[in-house]
């Protein structure tokens, strides 16, 4: 089972005379494989008190009641400018204890995990710590010969050839392993030469902030991205949520598959098949404060975020969208500029999405995103996404 949602399967993201396409995958394995949640406590109005009264503008509620099919459940949030427009839950965040989905739900947000590895990154290189043109053998060798030419920049735009996936997300697996495993892999094509999503890549990127740093992965996060933009709900382990503040995840027959912890995680966090490349967890709030931050330079420096959003390298042959760092970036006609990334793992479904020209953030997480039969998010994200950003706009 995948929790990070890669390319395969054909979708878009803009609007009017200009489509903009990705590829978007559907998650291997069987939905049925993971354990169960632990049965919460009775949840006290602390676990469950959200941090501010939350906005919400009646057209979005409407557009939400005529778009969300029934019986789906989540949290969306959207900004216009520095200011939220709207902020809410939909349906149940746990459905035996009936604890509903709020605007200060916790939810896995799978691969967009990524765009905190890639901050990271150019986090270090502000600081003189690395450099992006770097070989990875700097950070993680010795480096087998066919992969000495393998960069930093290489592996942020899924442009290293390494294979996608080792193993489950919950496979146990030290970094060490990781690395191991990745190196010795055989390549899916020659460094540099084509896009090819990676998970591992972004894996190694997490190494790599650890060596570079001293610190731990999630370590780092915090103390320079995450406390600075005032995210104190985002994390692996660090952030102190009461149980019942993280949203149960369900599969497509609605049975409930537990919270991300829930689930095998070493001490500190998901083990190296998912650290670095997804398994964050956070809140729609703690989402708009990191759109807060890339608006400003406080966190990021202005180079080191045009390093986030350039276009490097097509999805695809065809593709008319491009990667950057831990950002797909798209042109559209109606929007501009228009930056985004989506995560799944055939039970959630989550996507982020920044109108640069029109200072919009979109942001949507569902933790039973899939009803056999009866409805898939996925089929959905365009017009969720584009909707409500036409609502903000307005």
Not at 43 to 48: F, I, V
Not at 146 to 168: A, M, N, P, Y
Not at 260 to 278: C, E, Q, V
Request: net charge negative; charged share 20%.
């Amino acid at each position: 089972m995948r929790s990070l949602i890669h390319s395969n399967r054909l979708r878009s993201l803009a609007a009017a005379a200009t489509v903009v396409v990705c590829t978007l995958a559907g998650c291997s394995g069987d939905d049925e494989a993971a354990p169960g949640p632990t049965t919460p406590g009775e949840p006290t109005p602390a676990d469950l008190a959200p941090a501010a009264d939350a906005p919400v503008d009646p057209a979005v509620e409407q557009f939400l009641e005529t778009t969300l099919p029934a019986g789906v459940s989540g949290t969306v949030l959207v900004a216009h400018h520095d200011g939220i427009v709207h902020c809410s839950g939909f349906g149940l965040a746990d459905q035996e204890a009936e604890i509903p989905a709020t605007c200060d739900t916790a939810y896995d947000i799978q691969s967009i995990t990524k765009q905190f590895t890639a901050a990271a990154i150019v986090k270090l290189e502000m600081m003189g710590r690395l450099r992006v043109t770097d070989p990875i053998s700097r950070y993680v060798g010795p480096v087998p010969t066919d992969k000495r030419g393998i960069t930093v920049h290489q592996l942020l735009t899924h442009t290293s050839g390494l294979r996608e996936v080792i193993g489950g997300d919950y496979e146990p697996l030290t970094r060490q392993e990781m690395l191991d495993e990745a190196l010795s892999s055989r390549l899916e094509a020659p460094p540099g030469s084509r896009y090819s999503y990676s998970n591992v890549g972004y894996s190694i990127l997490a190494a790599i902030v650890e060596e570079a740093s001293g610190m731990g992965y999630e370590e780092f996060l915090a103390e320079n991205l995450f406390e600075p933009a005032g995210m104190t709900e985002t994390g692996y382990v660090l952030p102190e949520w009461s149980p019942q503040r993280v949203a149960v995840e369900y599969n497509s027959r609605g049975r409930p598959m537990g919270r991300p912890f829930d689930h095998p995680w070493a001490d500190d966090g998901p083990y190296w098949n998912l650290r670095g490349n997804g398994g964050i967890l956070t809140t729609a709030r703690d989402m708009f404060r990191w759109h807060l931050a890339l608006r400003g330079d406080d966190v990021l420096s202005r180079q080191a975020k045009e390093k986030l959003f350039t276009p490097y390298v097509p999805e695809g042959a065809n593709a008319t969208t491009s990667y950057g760092y831990g950002w797909v970036v798209a042109p559209s006609d109606r929007y501009g500029k228009v930056v985004w990334h989506d995560g799944g793992n055939g039970w959630s479904l989550s996507m982020v999405a920044r109108l640069l020209d029109e200072d919009v953030l979109v942001f949507w997480t569902s933790n039973h995103a899939y009803q056999r039969g009866q409805w898939n998010l996925e089929d959905d994200m365009l017009n969720l996404t584009l909707g409500l950003a036409d609502q903000a706009i307005d």
